[in-house]
C-alpha cells in the first residue's frame, strides 16, 4: 500500500471509496468489499455468508441472471465474487467507457437482489455440491480440519462453506435477515484501479449506491487462542495429506507478519526453500512440501503442509523435526535472508503491474 497513490473519498452514506489511477493501464478493475464472512455467522447460520455471495447472481428485481451474464457479456468485462472468513468481495474488470454501467449492476446486485424460493432451492443444492466437492479434496480437507483443531470453538474455525446440515436451512428470511446485519453502507469500501479518474468514479458509486444506507451490528468476536491437538480424518487414499502448525501474527502486527512471510519463503514457500530441497529433492519421501501463512486482522497462523505415502509418514515427520531445529539452533543464513528479500520485493513488484492485484491491494 505504502507505493500505491491513493485517493480517498467517504460518502454520505458512511461509504468509502478508494481508487488509484495508473496510467500505463487501459482497463479498471473495481472491488465492492464488506466486512463479513464466516467468523460473523451465528452458530445456527454457518455457511449464509458464502450462500448470499452466490444467490446475488441469481437476479435481481430488475434483471435474471441470465439477463445479468448477457449484461456482463455485452459490455466485455466480468465479474466475480469471493467470500472469506473476514470477508466477502464482489469485484469486476471493465473497459473505461463502461464503467458507470458496471458499477450500476454492481450496485443493483447489493441493493436490490431477487432472494425467490425458487433460487434457494437450486443454489441450496450447488453449494452442496460444492462442500462436497471440498471434502473430496484433500489438501482443503485437511487444512479446514487443522483450523477446527486449532482454533476450537472459535468463529475462525469454521469452514467458510459451512455445513450441510445449516445450508438446508437457509430461507429468504434468514439470508435477507443476515445482508440487514452485515450489507451495509458503513461496512462497505469500493475500490478501484486502473484507467481511473477519481473525482468521475466517486460520483458514478454516488449515484449508484444513492439508496444504500444502514448501520452494521458486528458481533464481538475475541482473538482465537491456539489449542494443542492431534485431528485425523480416515480415508481410503493413497496418500496421507498433513497439516502441522501453530499460531502466528496478524497483519495488525505488521512487522512480525512480514517476518513470518520471509519465513514461510525460505522454508517452504518455492523451490529453494529449506523444506522442498531436503524432503523432496534429497530424500524423495513427498511430491507436495511446503509453508503457508495466513495473517487475519486479529489472528495468524503457520504451518507446514504436505503429502506423502503411509509409510513414509515418520520418516517425513523425522526429517521435518530435524529441519526445525535446524532453524532454531543455528538460525536463518544471510544468503538465505536476501533471497527471501528479494522474492517478497519481485512479488510485490508484479502484482503492482496488474490493475486487479492493485485493486485487491486496496480492499
Same mark, same amino acid.
Given at each position: ?13 458512511g ?9 500505463w493501464?487501459?482497463s ?37 441472471g ?23 468481495c464482489?469485484?469486476?474488470?471493465v ?33 452442496? %455440491?460444492?462442500?462436497?466437492? !471440498?471434502?473430496?479434496?484433500?489438501? @482443503?480437507?485437511?487444512? /479446514? $480440519?487443522?483450523?477446527? =483443531? ?37 461496512? %462497505?469500501?469500493?475500490?478501484? !484501479?486502473?484507467?481511473?479518474?477519481? @473525482?468521475?468514479?466517486? /460520483? $458514478?458509486?454516488?449515484? =449508484? ?74 530424500l ?80
Amino acid at each position: 500500500m505504502d507505493m500505491l497513490d491513493v485517493s480517498v473519498a467517504k460518502l454520505d452514506n458512511g461509504m468509502r471509496v478508494l481508487t488509484c489511477k495508473l496510467s500505463w493501464a487501459k482497463s479498471i478493475a473495481i472491488g465492492v468489499w464488506f466486512r463479513v464472512g464466516s467468523m460473523h455467522e451465528r452458530n445456527d447460520e454457518h455457511g449464509i455468508a458464502h450462500f448470499t455471495e452466490h444467490l446475488l447472481f441469481k437476479g435481481t428485481r430488475r434483471h435474471s441472471g441470465r439477463a445479468i451474464a448477457r449484461l456482463i457479456d455485452d459490455m466485455g468485462a466480468y465479474l466475480e465474487a469471493f467470500t472469506e472468513r473476514e470477508l466477502t468481495c464482489y469485484y469486476a474488470r471493465v473497459l473505461p467507457e463502461y464503467l458507470p454501467r458496471m458499477v450500476k449492476l454492481m450496485a443493483e446486485l447489493i441493493t436490490e437482489p431477487a432472494l425467490r424460493h425458487r433460487d434457494i432451492i437450486v443454489e441450496r443444492e450447488v453449494v452442496l %455440491a460444492e462442500i462436497n466437492e !471440498a471434502n473430496d479434496t484433500p489438501d @482443503e480437507l485437511v487444512q /479446514d $480440519a487443522f483450523m477446527e =483443531a486449532i482454533w476450537n470453538g472459535h468463529p475462525l474455525a469454521r469452514s467458510v462453506l459451512g455445513k450441510p446440515e445449516t445450508v438446508r436451512q437457509f430461507t429468504v428470511d434468514s439470508v435477507m435477515e443476515f445482508m440487514q446485519r452485515f450489507y451495509t453502507a458503513d461496512n %462497505a469500501i469500493v475500490t478501484a !484501479a486502473g484507467c481511473v479518474d477519481h @473525482e468521475r468514479f466517486v /460520483d $458514478a458509486v454516488e449515484r =449508484a449506491f444513492n439508496s444504500f444506507g444502514g448501520h452494521a451490528r458486528m458481533p464481538r468476536n475475541s482473538a482465537p487462542h491456539a489449542r494443542r491437538g492431534v485431528k485425523a480424518i480416515p480415508r481410503s487414499m493413497a496418500q496421507l495429506y498433513f497439516c502441522i502448525g501453530m499460531q502466528a501474527f496478524s497483519q495488525r502486527q505488521r512487522r512480525c507478519f512480514l517476518a513470518s512471510i520471509l519465513l514461510d519463503l525460505i522454508m517452504g514457500g518455492n523451490a529453494s526453500s529449506r523444506l522442498f530441497q531436503s524432503i523432496r529433492e534429497r530424500l524423495g519421501l513427498a511430491y507436495s512440501i511446503g509453508t503457508t501463512v495466513m495473517g487475519l486482522c486479529d489472528a495468524g497462523l503457520f504451518a507446514i503442509t504436505g503429502s506423502c505415502t503411509p509409510n513414509h509418514l515418520n520418516r517425513v515427520l523425522t526429517a521435518l523435526h530435524r529441519e526445525i531445529n535446524a532453524l532454531l539452533e543455528k538460525g536463518i543464513k544471510r544468503t538465505e535472508l536476501e533471497r527471501a528479500k528479494m522474492q517478497l520485493r519481485a512479488s510485490t513488484v508484479m502484482a503492482q503491474e496488474s490493475v486487479m492485484g492493485q485493486m485487491f491491494q486496496m480492499g
